[in-house]
């Protein structure tokens, strides 16, 4: 855009620009006070025995320690782990309806489609979440009613209050799961392929699967490494549906780490040991944030919505 | 040269033979319809949910209980008035929220972007650092300290509260944004106004405002956006039933709608209407937030 690169950039050398530090303050003590010293003073509490309202005593790593015993804790992770492979699986869905979209001939016909499948990301996260919800409810809820409809009455479930379904049910919620980053990326990414590589593909008569697995994956494959850390970055912080949903139960069967820190801080009223799960969270995300930083350095050309 | 316009000649022909036999363009001609089957049946599978809820929004209980999967008439368009008196607080808490952070992360993250993208002085790339490396930071991460915080400064149950995760978060991406996009403008610009006699001030006011609203108007999206999907935050810093915003409002309004499942489904779609129209209308921004706040929004 601009035509006149670093000499015209910087023609007010010759005035000390005190307003400019001035112009800065007020972003400087936001972020200071509300980004970077919750977060250091989360780390730094994380070794003692934190009484917000008197005296904090300085325990070192007894906070760590307990975490190594904290089976809770552990076992939020292996759900945290169960909804992370779920969520990777579940992509296949997406990119189906990536490749069905993506072969109408018609522009129109596509824009269409695509609008349509992505619109329940307009609704705000509660309103879906409470949809499903109900659609679980035991009584009148949508899957219930409707294996009673088929006949299959027997089949009918507390689907989020028996402990065998309810990490199932949560996992489910937003099915088919195309409303997402996954389903635009695959979208841009294959409507971006140049026609001629599957012109040569048909005249090679390579078949549709074949297409799918030998062309249009490796050529997504830096955006797959993306969506996979973003997946993981996302993870990590799951949460809200669960607690809207489940709560983290029937007996702790759904629980993930970001419910069980919740419930050491408000329910415990432990903030030493909630500041230490949050600063062992917190570490989990930003060794992942880096990687995810490192991958995208090496890609030329990362997600571009407005392609869209 | 001969055979070359031999050729030149003779290909057209050649791929009009070609053309009495070429199924695939003939092909292209008929209609897609098993592709049209799979994706009416993605698009109905997807949206199931939200047509039940558009349905059962007009139903009165007893029409609940004897249609349950159709439409039925009349439509009782009162559910909706018995959500709105109910939910509308919180809609209007979080307009109040949403307005007040934009606001601010407007207002302060044009001036930082502005003077980090037009301005040299020592420790401007520090700064920029230190904003940029918060992109890093969940907000999750910080959670607990910084409500014992806002607890320990008596904020709890304001409006303030509820604008400050936003507006520390809005001001990151903001800053990057605006930098970005003042960086652009061309200098010559700015060298006019100078020469016409415009202070810092003046060329702030008067060209980079007008020339940043489409920055603005994407923070903004992003910023509503948030605020509507804020969940945790507003149900650990608020216990008024007033100040509660969209999501923990409604969730409250849940509890409280019991088995009048006509004026709940009414509820969740009066809550839906700001960001479905905010979606239609600018589906584009709405998709670059998205993407802007991807990790995290679940």
């Given at each position: 855009?601009?035509?006149?690169?670093?000499?015209?950039?910087?023609?007010?050398?010759?005035?000390?620009?005190?307003?400019?530090?001035?112009?800065?303050?007020?972003?400087?003590?936001?972020?200071?006070?509300?980004?970077?010293?919750?977060?250091?003073?989360?780390?730094?509490?994380?070794?003692?025995?934190?009484?917000?309202?008197?005296?904090?005593?300085?325990?070192?790593?007894?906070?760590?320690?307990?975490?190594?015993?904290?089976?809770?804790?552990?076992?939020?992770?292996?759900?945290?782990?169960?909804?992370?492979?779920?969520?990777?699986?579940?992509?296949?869905?997406?990119?189906?309806?990536?490749?069905?979209?993506?072969?109408?001939?018609?522009?129109?016909?596509?824009?269409?489609?695509?609008?349509?499948?992505?619109?329940?990301?307009?609704?705000?996260?509660?309103?879906?979440?409470?949809?499903?919800?109900?659609?679980?409810?035991?009584?009148?809820?949508?899957?219930?009613?409707?294996?009673?409809?088929?006949?299959?009455?027997?089949?009918?479930?507390?689907?989020?209050?028996?402990?065998?379904?309810?990490?199932?049910?949560?996992?489910?919620?937003?099915?088919?799961?195309?409303?997402?980053?996954?389903?635009?990326?695959?979208?841009?990414?294959?409507?971006?392929?140049?026609?001629?590589?599957?012109?040569?593909?048909?005249?090679?008569?390579?078949?549709?699967?074949?297409?799918?697995?030998?062309?249009?994956?490796?050529?997504?494959?830096?955006?797959?490494?993306?969506?996979?850390?973003?997946?993981?970055?996302?993870?990590?912080?799951?949460?809200?549906?669960?607690?809207?949903?489940?709560?983290?139960?029937?007996?702790?069967?759904?629980?993930?780490?970001?419910?069980?820190?919740?419930?050491?801080?408000?329910?415990?009223?432990?903030?030493?040991?909630?500041?230490?799960?949050?600063?062992?969270?917190?570490?989990?995300?930003?060794?992942l944030s880096c990687v995810i930083v490192f991958v995208r350095r090496g890609s030329p050309g990362s997600v571009d919505v407005r392609g869209m | 040269m001969a055979v070359l316009e031999a050729t030149a000649v003779k290909s057209p022909s050649g791929t009009r033979a070609r053309g009495q036999a070429r199924p695939p363009r003939l092909r292209g001609s008929r209609p897609q319809w098993g592709l049209h089957i799979a994706a009416v049946v993605l698009v109905l599978v997807g949206l199931g949910p939200y047509i039940f809820m558009l349905t059962t929004s007009f139903k009165d209980n007893q029409q609940f209980a004897e249609s349950y999967w159709l439409p039925a008439f009349p439509l009782r368009f009162e559910n909706f008035a018995t959500a709105w008196t109910q939910i509308s607080p919180y809609l209007l808490a979080s307009v109040i929220v949403a307005a007040g952070s934009i606001v601010a992360i407007v207002a302060i993250s044009l001036v930082t972007g502005f003077v980090l993208a037009r301005y040299r002085f020592v420790g401007r790339t520090f700064f920029f650092t230190m904003v940029a490396a918060l992109m890093m930071i969940p907000g999750?991460?910080?959670?607990?300290?910084?409500?014992?915080?806002?607890?320990?400064?008596?904020?709890?149950?304001?409006?303030?509260?509820?604008?400050?995760?936003?507006?520390?978060?809005?001001?990151?991406?903001?800053?990057?944004?605006?930098?970005?996009?003042?960086?652009?403008?061309?200098?010559?610009?700015?060298?006019?106004?100078?020469?016409?006699?415009?202070?810092?001030?003046?060329?702030?006011?008067?060209?980079?405002?007008?020339?940043?609203?489409?920055?603005?108007?994407?923070?903004?999206?992003?910023?509503?956006?948030?605020?509507?999907?804020?969940?945790?935050?507003?149900?650990?810093?608020?216990?008024?039933?007033?100040?509660?915003?969209?999501?923990?409002?409604?969730?409250?309004?849940?509890?409280?709608?019991?088995?009048?499942?006509?004026?709940?489904?009414?509820?969740?779609?009066?809550?839906?209407?700001?960001?479905?129209?905010?979606?239609?209308?600018?589906?584009?921004?709405?998709?670059?937030?998205?993407?802007?706040?991807?990790?995290?929004?679940?």
């Open positions: 855009m601009d035509p006149t690169p670093h000499p015209t950039r910087a023609p007010r050398r010759r005035r000390f620009p005190w307003y400019a530090y001035l112009a800065l303050l007020p972003a400087g003590v936001v972020l200071g006070v509300f980004q970077y010293y919750p977060a250091l003073s989360g780390m730094y509490f994380s070794f003692f025995d934190w009484n917000p309202a008197g005296q904090s005593d300085f325990v070192g790593f007894d906070n760590y320690l307990r975490m190594l015993d904290d089976d809770l804790w552990w076992r939020s992770f292996r759900n945290l782990g169960i909804i992370f492979a779920f969520s990777i699986v579940a992509w296949v869905i997406p990119l189906f309806a990536a490749e069905v979209v993506t072969s109408f001939r018609s522009d129109r016909a596509q824009f269409a489609y695509r609008t349509l499948l992505i619109l329940p990301m307009a609704f705000p996260g509660i309103v879906t979440a409470l949809i499903w919800a109900f659609m679980y409810q035991p009584n009148r809820g949508v899957i219930n009613e409707a294996l009673r409809a088929l006949g299959l009455g027997d089949l009918a479930q507390n689907w989020v209050g028996d402990p065998d379904l309810a990490m199932l049910s949560l996992l489910l919620i937003g099915f088919p799961f195309i409303a997402g980053l996954p389903f635009l990326i695959f979208y841009t990414s294959l409507r971006n392929v140049p026609r001629e590589v599957y012109e040569a593909a048909q005249l090679d008569g390579v078949g549709r699967l074949r297409r799918v697995v030998s062309i249009d994956l490796p050529l997504m494959l830096t955006q797959l490494k993306l969506l996979v850390f973003l997946a993981v970055v996302g993870t990590v912080q799951y949460g809200f549906v669960a607690y809207v949903v489940t709560g983290g139960g029937p007996d702790n069967a759904t629980l993930v780490p970001l419910l069980r820190m919740f419930s050491v801080a408000f329910q415990a009223q432990d903030w030493g040991y909630a500041a230490a799960l949050s600063t062992m969270l917190f570490a989990v995300t930003l060794v | 999750i991460a910080s959670l607990i300290p910084l409500f014992v915080m806002v607890k320990d400064m008596g904020l709890i149950n304001t409006y303030l509260v509820l604008m400050i995760p936003h507006i520390s978060g809005g001001i990151v991406l903001g800053t990057i944004l605006m930098k970005t996009f003042i960086e652009g403008i061309p200098q010559t610009l700015f060298d006019a106004a100078q020469l016409d006699g415009a202070g810092g001030v003046r060329i702030f006011a008067s060209i980079m405002l007008p020339l940043s609203l489409p920055v603005v108007g994407t923070v903004g999206l992003i910023t509503v956006n948030g605020v509507w999907n804020d969940f945790f935050w507003p149900l650990l810093t608020i216990t008024q039933n007033e100040l509660r915003t969209a999501s923990v409002g409604l969730l409250f309004f849940q509890s409280q709608s019991g088995t009048n499942y006509g004026p709940m489904f009414a509820g969740y779609l009066l809550a839906s209407i700001p960001l479905v129209l905010l979606f239609t209308f600018l589906s584009k921004y709405f998709l670059a937030g998205v993407q802007g706040g991807l990790p995290g929004s679940h």
